[in-house]
């Protein structure tokens, strides 16, 4: 019996370490929410108008989430009577049991009146959401089920979507990494594989590539970019590659210039080591605002978003009543791109850019706003060597939005 | 070492009441380090569990599964086996009814091939099968290859979630995407109705009453669970008694496999309506506690498994009402598992006995 018992026991710790692991994997940080939460019993003096935030990741990731958190204290600063309840880490790994839509509901429960999903992940959620709670206005952060010209257009005036007109930042990141780099090797580390992320990549390809050949007057078969898919947009142990090993590769691979297109620092943590053992490696982050203080001496620049001004407009239409679910592509300020009021994106230029390429890097963006540079025009060929647009053909924001394939000279799987 | 006399011989009931309260003490301890009054939060966990019927449907929704897996593990418990592969055989299920609902109503088709009902009945059955296998192969690496079971189940873990993970991102992904959110959601023809707008559906309720009532009486009225307890007790002496202890012990994987495997279905089929990576909700790992906490008797399965289920849903608060890690819900069944067991232990090492 005496050793029944102790197997019981062994097998309980071996089980309550299993399910703990499982349930916390350890890259997550504990969330440290930054509005104050909800106090069941707090004096009611002016009701606030409560807006519900499902995120994907840890709220404070230095990334995509982040980015949002710090849309939704834009709009708390802005409209003081706004109040936002997050829940966060809203994937099946960190809560296995949890769908997206019922968090929802419990954030309906507790009085909000608009829904905001953060991730790609949650589309079905959101539909869902949408459903059933018909009063409620649902948003969808990067879908596409309220874009009538889209291919999953879905009849749900209540659902909307927001997502930012990325593509041009990350032509001027791709232009940062390619200005950047000695080798012309860059490699990127990305996420899963979806009709975003490709047109993101294909995007830096495109800036990387018209850099290359146009401010460094190099050959552009000197450029090799490759894309190394982790499987998420975070790190799962045990079930994405880890970002650390993937960004070690790169940087002992010989690639100079590593971008993260990942929601996580691993690329910046990983260069910070690389170059304190005497590599000659430069980083791009994403996502994060501040992504270049992490290795400030490495970094050639972040491209960030700016959820606060897009999601004010529809916070401000929910409570006025008159929000129709519509799919919004928000472009960028190019007057001035980091105007936290009206650029849906922004970007920062890091300390390894250096001088002259600072200016070029001007001289692409201004080409960008303006329009004289147009990238997304053939004649451009699809990786596998098929035709994408012909000579002087521009590409329709369907075309570019859906993008089946990676383009022609990249490295790395388009499925 | 001396037996403590002044907390010797006193009834067992103090003893698992004793730790109980001891338990709660701690969880309070542990709630306000993490900076929140453990009534209120106490409070609105069980309100986070049955304030509202979606919440309900949910704490049932959870329980249904849980409660498959639970009675399938009071066998394999019996026979004196640790089948922690019940989680592969979860999964193992989940993506068995995946592949038949996949095959009865292809990509792009706009109807399933079989009614509905039929469909959905098909894939049920067929999970079932899946956790068979599955649990057949543990048992066999067992039994055959003189594996310990504890590390056979664990390693076809990670072979299951491994094949739906490959499943998701490879053949069976959504049309130009593969995400960790799963596979293409099956039209709605094939979800598994629900009791009214919540996520509890009678037929997972059912199943899983059903297969804990089985349970009961084959454990307590029949040949077989004697034989079962028999070969669990001590399995050289039941063969030597004419117990064929092999069979007995594969058995036992068979019948907790095809419960795991309906629950994996039932997963499927009632509650995310799609194949995701971590399909089984680690209610697997989750069944194992419930059942080792109530000592492998299935009489009490029922009201401890309803408690976790409610926990679980519960806990979702932690993070909405109070900012903290909901992760804490685990510490808090961590605990209150811990000191059941010392309670139990307790009161069988100093218990009164009956008739002294």
């Given at each position: 019996m005496k050793t029944n018992r102790f197997k019981v026991l062994g097998a309980l710790l071996l089980v309550g370490a299993l399910a703990s692991a499982c349930a916390a994997p350890p890259a997550a940080a504990p969330a440290q929410p930054t509005a104050p939460a909800a106090e069941p019993t707090a004096p009611a003096a002016e009701q606030p108008f409560i807006v519900g935030m499902v995120i994907v990741g840890p709220m404070n990731d230095k990334g995509w989430n982040e980015a949002h958190v710090l849309g939704a204290q834009y709009v708390m600063e802005k409209m003081p009577n706004v109040k936002f309840e997050f829940v966060d880490k809203v994937n099946p790994a960190d809560r296995p049991n949890v769908k997206g839509s019922q968090v929802a509901d419990e954030l309906i429960a507790k009085g909000a009146k608009v829904v905001i999903f953060n991730s790609d992940d949650f589309k079905d959620d959101a539909l869902e959401t949408a459903k059933k709670h018909p009063n409620v206005v649902v948003i969808h952060a990067s879908g596409d089920y309220a874009w009538k010209e889209g291919k999953n257009y879905k009849n749900q005036p209540n659902l909307g979507n927001l997502m930012t007109k990325m593509e041009p930042g990350w032509m001027i990141a791709g232009c940062a990494a390619a200005l950047g780099s000695e080798n012309g090797k860059i490699g990127t580390v990305g996420p899963l594989i979806n009709e975003e992320t490709r047109r993101y990549a294909s995007s830096a390809y495109l800036g990387a590539k018209y850099c290359w050949e146009n401010?460094?007057?190099?050959?552009?078969?000197?450029l090799q970019f490759k894309i190394t898919w982790i499987g998420f947009w975070f790190n799962i142990p045990g079930v994405t590659l880890d970002p650390t090993k993937v960004a070690d590769d790169f940087y002992n691979g010989g690639f100079d210039v590593v971008m993260s297109a990942i929601d996580t620092p691993e690329v910046a943590v990983q260069g910070k080591k690389a170059a304190e053992a005497g590599k000659a490696v430069k980083y791009h982050h994403y996502n994060y605002k501040g992504g270049c203080e992490l290795a400030p001496d490495i970094c050639l620049g972040v491209h960030y978003y700016n959820w606060g001004p897009g999601y004010l407009k529809i916070i401000q239409e929910a409570m006025a009543g008159t929000y129709k679910g519509t799919w919004t592509w928000a472009e960028a300020d190019w007057s001035n791109l980091n105007n936290r009021d009206t650029s849906s994106f922004g970007y920062i230029k890091g300390n390894a850019l250096g001088a002259e390429n600072e200016k070029l890097l001007d001289q692409f963006i201004k080409g960008l706003g303006d329009g004289s540079i147009d990238l997304w025009k053939g004649p451009l060929n699809f990786q596998d060597g098929t035709?994408?647009?012909?000579?002087?053909e521009r590409a329709t924001d369907q075309q570019i939005w859906y993008l089946p394939q990676l383009l022609e000279g990249m490295e790395g799987p388009s499925q | 070492m001396t037996t403590p006399a002044r907390i010797a011989g006193l009834p067992p009931a103090f003893y698992r009441v004793g730790a109980f309260v001891i338990s709660l003490i701690f969880i309070a301890l542990i709630v306000l380090i993490s900076g929140a009054s453990p009534v209120t939060v106490i409070g609105s966990m069980v309100g986070g569990a049955f304030g509202n019927a979606d919440q309900i449907g949910r704490v049932i929704a959870t329980l249904s599964p849980l409660l498959l897996c639970a009675a399938g593990l009071v066998y394999t418990f019996n026979a004196g086996l640790y089948n922690l592969g019940v989680e592969g055989q979860i999964t193992f299920g989940a993506i068995a009814a995946t592949w038949l609902l996949r095959v009865v109503y292809p990509e792009g088709a706009t109807a399933s091939l079989l009614p509905p009902p039929l469909a959905i009945a098909l894939a049920i059955v067929v999970g079932g099968i899946g956790g068979v296998l599955w649990g057949l192969l543990a048992g066999a690496l067992h039994v055959y290859g003189r594996i310990s079971e504890i590390f056979a189940g664990l390693g076809l873990n990670f072979a299951a979630t491994g094949i739906a993970i490959y499943l998701i991102f490879g053949p069976w992904k959504r049309p130009g995407v593969a995400s960790l959110s799963g596979t293409q959601p099956f039209d709605e023809s094939l979800w598994l109705g629900t009791f009214g707008n919540t996520e509890a559906t009678p037929v997972a309720l059912g199943l899983g009453l059903l297969a804990l009532a089985f349970t009961i009486i084959v454990m307590r009225n029949t040949y077989f669970g004697l034989r079962l307890r028999a070969v669990g007790r001590n399995l050289r002496a039941a063969y030597v008694l004419g117990v064929p202890a092999r069979r007995q012990l594969l058995s036992a994987f068979f019948i907790c496999g095809l419960f795991a495997g309906v629950a994996g279905a039932l997963q499927v089929v009632g509650m995310f309506h799609r194949l995701i990576p971590n399909i089984s909700s680690n209610l697997g790992f989750l069944g194992l506690l419930v059942v080792m906490l109530v000592n492998f008797d299935p009489l009490w399965i029922l009201p401890v498994a309803f408690f976790f289920s409610a926990l679980n849903i519960g806990s979702l608060q932690l993070p909405l009402s109070f900012g903290l890690e909901s992760s804490l819900a685990g510490v808090i069944q961590g605990l209150l598992v811990l000191f059941a067991l010392i309670g139990h232990g307790l009161a069988q090492k100093y218990g009164r006995k009956p008739g002294e």
């Open positions: 401010y460094k007057k190099r050959d552009p078969k000197e035709v994408f647009l012909k000579e002087g | -």
